[in-house]
């Protein structure tokens, strides 16, 4: 009989997921690492095998899009261990270009995973964890979640709809023991800028384009990021943190510039953030 807390971890195949569904282990969670698909699993049964015990972490299926998956994942997590006592709602990617030159089912596709997929784990674990009278949901958010850079506005959307459902959910979770927190990274080497920002940016684009000069400096900055990145310790470190400490915050802001960044939102003038960003962007 497993006495460890449980912890389901979406989006697990790479990145922070990956991450911290080892440390979380090591934690003392007994933790369900799902993967949208089952056969991108080596990286993380290879980091598993070298950093823990492995008969405490359970890789499962789950798309998070997939309304049916996720009422089965939830339903077997719980007949067979009891209970749910943090969801780290990690699943997502980021999609880059600029907005009149995005179709509408890539919006539709951005917000249908790092939104929508989201909401939807999250309302299938609600129910059990308010039973409990306990719980934690962690959300990942971005530093895009508090400030829409340019040529990122479906990411940035998709990580605004997050901030503002976490705030509405801790709010009203918090007469049950339900503790929700965002953790806010900045720029780190994950595979999402892979994945989502660089194939975006690598799309090739008429010379007619309006917006040419703008993606090229997009793309510039996707493979200055990617070299000058550091590792994703500092989140994960975060994570276990706020998935462990008996008060958590409700916002996490981590990495280099990121707290600076908020700060000059909230207290200059927007059009001196304007003149900073279009002088960059020159």
Not at 135 to 140: E, V
Not at 260 to 271: D, E, G, Q, V
Request: some cysteine; charged content about 20%; overall charge positive.
């Amino acid at each position: 009989m497993q006495n460890r807390p449980v912890a389901l971890v979406t989006g697990a195949s790479s990145g922070f997921g990956m991450h911290a569904s080892c440390a979380l282990v090591k934690a003392g969670y007994q933790v369900i690492a799902s993967i949208r698909d089952i056969e991108n699993r080596e990286a993380l049964d290879k980091m598993a095998k070298v950093h823990i015990a492995t008969e405490h972490m359970e890789v499962m299926p789950l798309d998070v899009t997939d309304s049916e998956q996720i009422a089965a994942c939830i339903s077997s997590i719980v007949s067979r261990y009891g209970r749910i006592d943090l969801l780290l709602n990690n699943a997502g990617y980021a999609c880059g270009g600029f907005v009149e030159e995005l179709s509408l089912q890539e919006w539709r596709k951005q917000f249908d995973v790092n939104v929508f997929g989201l909401i939807d784990v999250t309302h299938a674990v609600l129910p059990h964890m308010r039973q409990q009278q306990s719980g934690r949901i962690i959300n990942l958010s971005s530093i895009s979640g508090r400030f829409g850079f340019p040529g990122l506005a479906p990411y940035a959307a998709s990580k605004h709809a997050v901030e503002g459902f976490s705030e509405s959910l801790r709010l009203e979770m918090l007469p049950f023991g339900v503790d929700v927190v965002l953790i806010e990274p900045g720029s780190y080497r994950t595979s999402i800028w892979e994945k989502g920002i660089q194939s975006s940016a690598k799309q090739p684009h008429s010379s007619a384009s309006p917006y040419l000069e703008q993606m090229q400096k997009l793309r510039a900055a996707v493979s200055h990021i990617m070299a000058n990145a550091p590792e994703p310790d500092e989140v994960v470190k975060t994570i276990v943190h706020a998935a462990t400490t008996q008060k958590p915050r409700l916002r996490y802001p981590v990495g280099k510039g990121v707290g600076l960044t908020i700060a000059a939102k909230n207290l200059l003038p927007w059009r001196w953030i304007e003149a900073i960003v279009s002088k960059r962007m020159r």
